[in-house]
């Protein structure tokens, strides 16, 4: 069974930080583009930062750009966002994703970001 | 950065049928766009549906289908069921630049 997990949400003051982690099982974790997803409460879902199989390439939505960093490492089936500068607007579920097309694509369940003072 | 519509609710009866639309305000959408549909029922995580415009995977039921529609991604529901009550997203990728989401559709069952 392909599992994602995240880690690492929690509360944290404006321009704080924190790393969000995903770990991946049950699947070749080199194999997939991964991604981070955030859903603010009771809005659509945003897609935030994707990084390709061996890292070389990320892109980023502007409105965090500068701010988070995207990393992962295929040998522990992990995948890490580094978000800095935090705002209030960067409060929400973040969901690791991994897109495989025929090899599958998978969501984890979420961590949460609160952002506030 | 590029915006991608949806029709914000959409409501189907039991065992109808209903098509959901994804446009792009660059214009036609096309397969170079790689189109994705995602499920997500209350209080869920997403789940993909389809994959590359048209694809399935296994756990995709058959009563979903997609394609390219007028210049824009669709995905169609045939034979509604209760647990087909969600919000539907589709996501788009513009080459070099990234993926944007569409707004969702509330799809209602009744």
């Known amino acids: 069974e392909v599992q994602l997990v995240e880690s690492g949400g929690g509360l944290v003051q404006p321009g704080g930080s924190l790393r969000l982690s995903c770990a991946g099982s049950?699947?070749?974790?080199?194999?997939?583009?991964m991604y981070w997803v955030r859903q603010a409460p009771g809005k659509g879902l945003e897609w935030v930062a994707n990084?390709?199989?061996?890292?070389?390439?990320?892109h980023y939505v502007d409105s965090v750009w500068g701010r988070f960093t995207l990393s992962r490492d295929n040998a522990k089936n992990s995948l890490f966002l580094q978000m800095n500068s935090l705002r209030a607007e960067d409060s929400a579920m973040y969901y690791c994703?991994?897109?495989?097309?025929?090899?599958?694509?998978?969501w984890g369940q979420g961590t949460l970001v609160t952002v506030s003072s | 950065q590029a915006v991608v519509t949806q029709e914000p609710s959409l409501t189907v009866s039991p065992g109808g049928t209903v098509t959901l639309t994804c446009g792009s305000s660059?214009?036609?959408?096309?397969?170079?766009?790689?189109p994705y549909w995602f499920q997500q029922r209350s209080g869920q995580a997403p789940r993909t549906l389809i994959y590359?415009?048209?694809n399935k995977h296994s756990w995709t039921p058959a009563r979903f289908s997609a394609s390219l529609l007028g210049g824009k991604a669709a995905l169609t529901l045939s034979g509604a069921q209760p647990e087909d009550e969600a919000e539907y997203y589709c996501?788009?990728?513009?080459?070099?630049?990234?993926?944007?989401f569409g707004g969702g559709t509330k799809l209602t069952v009744l």
């Open positions: 994703a991994a897109k495989g097309a025929a090899a599958g694509d998978f």
């Open positions: 049950g699947l070749t974790f080199s194999w997939y583009w």
């Open positions: 660059t214009g036609a959408v096309t397969n170079g766009h790689n």
């Open positions: 590359q415009t048209s």
């Open positions: 990084i390709n199989q061996d890292g070389s390439a990320k």
């Open positions: 996501l788009l990728a513009y080459s070099g630049v990234g993926e944007v």
